[in-house]
């Protein structure tokens, strides 16, 4: 199962690549059709852009998730491993509480959009609606692994 989440972190990481590097296309686009007068003014590119950096930014949080980074605000003192696992597991139950509210609205969210369509490039509005409901059940897998190896060093003392 290990196995299985850090093949998809990797993913996601490449997820991260491949979208940050698209999104240039269309900012490009936006930016030389403003400043260059015989470029025509593409109206798509602004809503493509809009849907990249949404996924952009929950892609990003996903792997901040599972790379500890995310929500993580240094306040304590240097502690022994187990204060801080359990320091990490109040910080992961916040998270997995996060998650839920993101699935169980992202949910609903999703079927807003289900049926409807962009006004400017009509793309399907689903597919930007759907990343939330994705990214929850994303930091619920993340979070919760998290969450067993912090369990496992606070009740053995060691990782």
Do not use: C
Request: glycine content about 6%; cysteine-free.
């Amino acid at each position: 199962m290990r196995t299985l989440v850090s093949a998809f972190h990797h993913a996601l990481n490449l997820l991260l690549v491949i979208a940050t590097a698209v999104l240039i296309i269309p900012v490009s686009m936006q930016i030389f059709s403003r400043t260059i007068p015989i470029i025509p003014a593409y109206i798509w590119t602004e809503e493509m852009a809009r849907f990249l950096f949404v996924w952009m930014i929950m892609i990003g949080a996903m792997v901040g998730i599972r790379e500890g980074a995310h929500f993580d605000v240094d306040i304590w003192p240097v502690l022994g491993p187990r204060a801080n696992a359990v320091l990490r597991i109040v910080s992961n139950m916040f998270v997995l509480v996060f998650a839920i509210v993101f699935v169980w609205w992202g949910i609903e969210f999703t079927r807003f959009g289900w049926n409807r369509i962009s006004e400017l490039a009509e793309l399907p509005l689903w597919t930007i609606h759907v990343a939330w409901p994705v990214t929850g059940l994303t930091w619920l897998v993340f979070a919760g692994e998290r969450l067993l190896d912090d369990a496992r060093i606070v009740a053995k003392g060691a990782r």
